[in-house]
């Protein structure tokens, strides 16, 4: 039992269980308490909240695109939901909602089974947090068209995840509502396994997880042996350290004939919008190298290297869809050799040489992109630059910060997009690297490469035509540099280093196929028919290996990958047959290798 003492319009009171906030007065009259008049206002507040509430939904517009009606397994049909709502200009984003889907879809009858539903329970879905560092907008910034397409385009590179759709759900007056879309795909890999290319094999087994226990970051370990070396790996990487943009990283190597170490950490353009950069980084690494003529290698030697690179840059201007950024740094490159025992004298061993620079540069590019399919992945929406970049550094070297002789430096590379249409992509590059060496007034190590890409087709019909030229030209080479062509360096019907030279050309002709064919929701397969045509020589005429002139070859191949496990990686097959070639070398050639593309 309570008590209530008060005063009202019918004066003073005094009333018992007055609990419920009314009391009855000796005259009969019902009068609200104090507690009662408080219960009333908080109602009346309550109730005023939850009509504002539903007034403010009511004025929602909720798009016709959602993620639930997306089917990632149908590239296609990501490109076709486009946003359908009008944004308000100065709209902001009001919250951002992330949808993660598990590998299989169990609610698809054709992936309720057993195995994908144990598969599922054993994965370590994506943290959200590690999804959201990848974005490049937040909640309460302005909403930008860009941002929601780059940020999309990240999460699309992502090793972890097989597909990624990223779009305004809900426009609530001048606030917007953005979802993001991933899937997971399986990452914990065991590997055993081994390939074939130019007629040397490679095995390899390990442990590796691009996506560690669901945090984005990768680990792993492998051991590997191929025709040079036995190698043990370990590596770790964090694209997100924290939850930042900042990214970071190691790998350790034990050889057979050797070590290797490095390390790195960045702050990198991680958007095409931003304004700065930094990155350090740094290496350790020998390793023996053989030198080749005439498609033999005559000799071993060791080479030991140790680099640093620092640097930082600056978004200067930005006009349109174009951007100026300001390059700076300090690298440190040195290289020494030495002879090994039991092995035989090469006429020249490379000498050791120290490049040691503070170097500026600028990069200049068109930030325009368009989503493509069936260019260079199996049934994968694909991001490509219908624009140019353009970037160039320039060093000096000195004796004074270490370096062994006086050396200008120059690098420069240049791509562009000739033609970007719903079934048409041309692209062209130019690329050169190389110092001049002040002391004997030459250049050295000199290379310049032209290049030039075209697919056609792929976008809307289930095969396309590819056809790839590239010329190469080199003046003044160290010895430890050489141009090699076969097997693994372009000319599939031919060993690998099969010519020599400072001078390669090689064109490619390749008829390709993807059939839109799934099975078991759990694999794509492809297949080509190709061509190519390419040789390696000296200009002074020098001996380039067997067959001078240029090299032919035939063959068909097919590509498998899954749409659930290590989405960026491709199986090779392909059986080339050299249309050129001495008695030494095999009619058929098989090579079996892992890629990441097609």
Not at 20 to 26: A, E, K, P, Q, V
Request: net charge negative; with cysteine.
């Amino acid at each position: 039992m309570t008590e209530s003492r008060g005063s009202g319009s019918a004066g003073r009171y005094r009333c018992v269980n007055s609990g419920s906030g009314w009391c009855r007065l000796s005259n009969g009259k019902r009068v609200l308490t104090p507690l009662g008049r408080a219960l009333l206002l908080s109602g009346t507040t309550v109730v005023s909240a939850t009509v504002l509430a539903e007034s403010g939904t009511d004025q929602c517009i909720v798009s016709e695109v959602q993620p639930e009606s997306i089917d990632l397994d149908q590239p296609r049909d990501q490109l076709a939901r486009q946003v359908d709502l009008v944004i308000p200009e100065g709209a902001r984003i009001g919250s951002v909602r992330i949808v993660r889907r598990p590998i299989f879809d169990v609610s698809d009858p054709e992936q309720d089974n057993l195995i994908y539903r144990t598969l599922n329970a054993l994965n370590t879905p994506t943290w959200e947090s590690a999804l959201r560092a990848q974005l490049v907008f937040a909640e309460g910034d302005v909403y930008e068209p860009e941002a929601i397409a780059e940020s999309e385009r990240i999460l699309r590179q992502r090793e972890y995840l097989t597909a990624a759709w990223v779009g305004v759900t809900r426009v609530c007056g001048d606030e917007v509502e953005v979802s993001v879309l991933a899937r997971d795909t399986w990452t914990l890999l065991p590997t055993v396994g081994g390939s074939r290319s130019g007629g040397e094999n490679t095995t390899n087994t390990g442990l590796s997880d691009p996506n560690f226990l669901g945090s984005g970051k990768s680990a792993g370990v492998s051991w590997t042996k191929d025709p040079d070396r036995t190698e043990t790996s370990l590596y770790f990487d964090d694209p997100n350290v924290l939850g930042s943009h900042w990214q970071a990283g190691f790998s350790f190597d034990e050889r057979s004939d050797g070590r290797g170490r490095g390390g790195y950490i960045e702050r990198p353009f991680f958007s095409e919008r931003t304004d700065w950069r930094f990155g350090l980084r740094g290496e350790d690494d020998v390793r023996e190298q053989s030198r080749f003529v005439g498609a033999e290698a005559i000799a071993d030697y060791r080479r030991s290297r140790e680099f640093v690179d620092i640097d930082a840059g600056w978004a200067l201007a930005e006009r349109d869809d174009r951007q100026w950024r300001l390059l700076a740094g300090y690298r440190y490159d040195a290289q020494a050799f030495e002879r090994l025992p039991d092995e035989p004298e090469l006429d020249a061993l490379p000498e050791d040489r120290t490049l040691s620079y503070p170097w500026i540069g600028f990069d200049y590019r068109e930030n325009r992109f368009r989503e493509m399919t069936n260019l260079t992945q199996l049934q994968r929406v694909e991001d490509v630059r219908d624009g140019f970049v353009w970037r160039t550094e320039l060093g000096y070297s000195s004796p004074g910060l270490g370096a062994t002789e006086d050396r200008v430096v120059l690098n420069m590379d240049f791509q562009d997009a000739l033609l970007a249409t719903e079934t048409n992509y041309a692209r062209y590059g130019i690329s050169q690297s190389g110092n001049y060496r002040l002391d004997e007034n030459r250049v050295e190590n000199l290379q310049g490469t032209l290049s030039l890409e075209y697919f056609h087709g792929g976008s809307v019909r289930w095969n396309s035509w590819y056809t790839n030229l590239s010329i190469t030209a080199a003046h003044n080479l160290t010895v430890d540099q050489q141009l090699l062509i076969g097997g693994e360096n372009g000319l599939r019907g031919y060993p690998s280093d099969y010519q020599q030279g400072d001078r390669r050309a090689l064109w490619t002709l390749e008829r390709r196929y993807f059939p839109d064919w799934h099975p078991f929701k759990l694999f794509r397969l492809g297949g080509v028919i190709f061509s190519d045509v390419g040789r390696a020589w000296f200009d002074d005429g020098r001996n380039s290996g067997p067959d001078d002139g240029f090299l032919k070859d035939v063959g068909f191949g097919l590509r498998l990958a899954s749409s659930r496990i290590e989405v960026q990686r491709m199986l090779h097959l392909d059986f080339a047959f050299p249309l050129d070639g001495d008695d030494s070398i095999d009619q058929v050639q098989v090579l079996l290798r892992g890629r990441t593309s097609f």
